[in-house]
C-alpha cells in the first residue's frame, strides 16, 4: 500500500456536509491520509407532513413493478415507514424490481430487502430513467423520495411511458440559525475543500453563507460534487472550482480530491503555498 502521508490531501482541511453517521468512513479514509476532516451537516430530515400517499403505496407494494430510488435516504425512509405500518419489506410476498441511482443507494436497497436489477451509469435521476427507457414503458413504478427532489425525473419516467406514483417519503429541513454558528466555526480557521453530496445541501450552504463571502472563498477553496446533478447546482451559482466523484462511494470521493490536489499542485510554482 502506498504511503497515505504522501497523499495531496495531507495537510488539507476538509468540511464533509453531510450527517455524521454517513460520513464515518469517509472520514476516516480521509483522515488516514493527514486530512483535518470537519463535518458539516448541512441537510436534515424529517418524516413526510402526512403519509396517505406513502401509505397507499405501500399497502399495495407488491403491484409495482419496479421501484426507484435516488438516494439511501429514500429506501431508509420506505424501509422505517413500513415497519411502522407491520408491513415489513423483509416479509413481502413480493417486491418490485428496483433500480438504483449508485452503488451507495443500491446497498441501502438491498440490505432492506429489494434485488436491485439496475444502478445508473450516469449517477443522476434523469440519467437513471434515461438508461431504463423501454424497461419502463408501461410498468408501474413506486418513486419514493424528497419533498424538495427534482421534477424532473418523474416526467422523464412519464415520457418513457411508465405509470408513476411518486410521494414524498421524507422532507428535507432547511438550515437554522445553529447552522449558521457551525458554519462560520469550520471556516474561520480556513479550508481547501468542501463536499458536497446533494443538491440541496449546496443551496442551504449558499444561503447560510451569502454572496459576499462566497466570492472570498473562489478559487482558494475546491468544491467537490458527489454526482452531475450536485455539480450543476454549483456551476449555476458561479463556482469555478469544482471536482466531481464518479460515483456516492467513499473511493470515488477520495480519488476525486486527490486527483485535483494533485494536478493543481503540479500547476503551482515552487515555493508557492496551496490553498
Same mark, same amino acid.
Given at each position: 500500500? &502506498?504511503n497515505m502521508?504522501?497523499s ?5 482541511t476538509?468540511v464533509?456536509?453531510?450527517a455524521? !453517521?454517513q460520513s464515518v468512513?469517509l472520514?476516516?479514509?480521509l ?7 470537519? /463535518?458539516?451537516p448541512l441537510v436534515?430530515f424529517?418524516p413526510?407532513e402526512?403519509?396517505?400517499?406513502m401509505?397507499?403505496?405501500l399497502s399495495?407494494? *407488491? ?7 435516488t !438516494?439511501a435516504?429514500?429506501?431508509?425512509? @420506505? *424501509?422505517?415507514? &413500513?415497519? *411502522?405500518?407491520? $408491513?415489513s +419489506?423483509k416479509?413481502? #410476498? $413480493?417486491?418490485?424490481? &428496483?433500480?438504483a #441511482?449508485?452503488p #451507495?443507494t443500491s446497498?441501502?436497497a438491498? *440490505? ?6 439496475? /444502478?445508473?451509469?450516469n449517477?443522476?435521476g /434523469?440519467?437513471l ?6 424497461e @419502463?414503458r408501461g ?5 419514493p423520495?424528497?419533498?424538495r ?5 418523474? +416526467?422523464?419516467l412519464r415520457r418513457?411511458?411508465a405509470? #408513476?406514483?411518486d410521494v414524498v417519503?421524507y422532507?428535507?429541513v432547511p438550515p ?7 458554519l462560520?466555526?469550520?471556516l474561520k480557521?480556513g479550508?481547501d475543500g468542501v ?7 449546496v443551496e442551504?450552504? +449558499? ?8 466570492e472570498? +472563498?473562489?478559487?482558494?477553496?475546491l468544491?467537490v460534487?458527489?454526482g452531475?446533478?450536485?455539480?450543476? /447546482?454549483? !456551476?449555476a451559482?458561479g463556482i469555478q472550482?469544482?471536482a466531481?466523484a ?6 470515488a470521493?477520495v480519488?476525486a480530491?486527490?486527483g485535483h490536489l494533485?494536478r493543481t499542485?503540479?500547476r503551482?510554482? &515552487?515555493?508557492v503555498?496551496?490553498?
Open positions: 500500500m &502506498a502521508s504522501d495531496p490531501i495531507s495537510g488539507k476538509i464533509i456536509t453531510r455524521v !453517521s468512513q472520514s476516516e479514509q483522515r488516514a491520509r493527514g486530512a483535518n476532516v470537519k /463535518v458539516l436534515s424529517a413526510p402526512h403519509y396517505a400517499e401509505d397507499r403505496a399495495s407494494i *407488491e403491484s409495482f413493478d419496479w421501484a426507484l430510488f !438516494s435516504n429514500a429506501v431508509q425512509a @420506505v *424501509e422505517r415507514r &413500513a415497519d *411502522e405500518l407491520g $408491513r +419489506l416479509r413481502a #410476498v $413480493r417486491l418490485p424490481r &428496483a433500480a #441511482v449508485g #451507495v446497498e441501502a438491498e *440490505e432492506a430487502g429489494f434485488s436491485v436489477d439496475y /444502478v445508473a451509469l449517477h443522476s /434523469v440519467g430513467a434515461e438508461e431504463l427507457g423501454e @419502463v410498468q408501474r413504478v413506486f418513486l423520495r424528497s419533498d427532489a427534482n421534477p424532473d425525473l418523474p +416526467l422523464e418513457c411511458g405509470l #408513476v406514483t417519503a422532507r428535507t437554522s440559525n445553529t447552522d449558521r454558528e457551525r462560520d466555526e469550520s480557521d479550508v463536499l458536497f453530496f446533494s443538491p440541496s445541501a442551504n450552504f +449558499l444561503q447560510l453563507l451569502g454572496r459576499e463571502r462566497l472570498g +472563498l473562489q478559487g482558494r477553496v468544491m460534487a458527489i452531475p446533478t450536485t455539480a450543476g /447546482v454549483l !456551476s451559482a472550482r469544482i466531481r464518479v460515483d456516492t462511494t467513499t473511493k470521493v480519488e480530491l486527490e494533485a499542485k503540479k503551482s510554482p &515552487a515555493g503555498k496551496q490553498a
